[in-house]
């Protein structure tokens, strides 16, 4: 069972702009935020800032590598270059759900072969 999804890819790369500007906003900002805390010792009460940071950080980062599989995806299922709304049904979750399957299925095609040439092999 697959995940449908719509996606106009110009607006997708326009939040993959935004997000990849935030990530260079807590970029240099963390420095900062950093010296701070270690200037103020333990007289730091917000101490979790950083880690906000971190997360808030990780989350843009993952988002953008997401939506780009997914538009990236759909632009080669579906055959139109026509600008707008791009749909299509996933049948993975997230690029890593789909590399594993790709592996899987290339390691068994991969077997096959191999027991098909020795097979060839032992008849000659």
């Known amino acids: 069972m697959g995940e449908f999804v719509g996606i106009d890819p ?12 935030g990530k260079d906003v807590l970029g240099r900002a963390r ?4 010296s701070a805390i270690a200037e103020a010792g333990q007289d730091w009460a917000g101490r ?18 997401d939506l780009k599989w997914r538009v990236d995806t759909l632009k080669r299922m579906v055959p139109t270059r026509q600008k707008g709304m791009l749909n299509g049904t996933l049948i993975f979750g997230c690029e890593t759900e789909a590399v594993q399957a790709a ?5 068994a095609i991969n077997e096959a072969l191999k027991l098909h040439d020795q097979n060839l092999s032992g008849q000659s």
């Not at 110009?10 to 935004?18: M, V």
């Not at 420095?31 to 950093?34: N, V, Y």
């Open 48 to 65: 979790e800032g950083v880690t906000a940071m971190h997360r808030t950080w990780a989350f843009f980062h993952e988002s953008q590598q």
């Open 10 to 21: 110009l607006g997708a790369e326009k939040l993959i702009r935004q997000m990849e500007t």
């Open 31 to 34: 420095p900062g935020l950093e």
């Open 103 to 107: 592996r899987k299925d290339a390691a």
